[in-house]
């Protein structure tokens, strides 16, 4: 999601003549590594700023959780179907990777468990 905020983050600045983002916002992932489970995404309970950090963040999730059209829902049902995952999964390795799961990638990662 970095790349599209970041493209985003391009085309605003030339549509509006340039848009202050705020500090906390682009120090995202500066400071020390997460600990294990942590998804690298803004701290959302700490000060300063954080009711405007959770409030990028819940737009972000939005955006990227959108309902898509029909024909595109009924694609992916059924991709993830034939992956033999559900649909949340595939779309969530969709939207972190960019590649549609196959099966092979499924039968791979169970190997690795």
């Known amino acids: 999601m970095g790349d599209r905020y970041d493209r985003e983050l391009m085309s605003r600045r030339r549509r509006f003549g340039g848009i202050k983002i705020p500090t ?3 120090r995202w992932g500066l400071g ?12 959302l ?3 300063p700023g954080y009711l405007l950090r959770r409030h ?3 737009k972000a999730h939005k955006a990227a959780w ?11 049902i059924a991709r993830a ?19 549609y799961l196959q099966r092979s990638d499924v ?3 169970k190997l690795k468990e």
């Open 56 to 58: 990028y963040w819940n």
């Open 24 to 26: 906390p916002i682009l």
């Open 107 to 109: 039968e791979a990662r």
């Open 66 to 76: 959108k309902t898509p059209p029909m024909p595109i829902l009924k694609f992916r």
């Open 45 to 47: 309970d700490e000060e």
């Open 32 to 43: 020390d590594l997460p600990e294990i489970g942590h998804n690298n995404g803004p701290p």
């Open 81 to 99: 179907a034939a992956a033999g995952v559900s649909y949340q999964e595939y779309t969530s390795t969709l939207l972190d990777t960019g590649r």
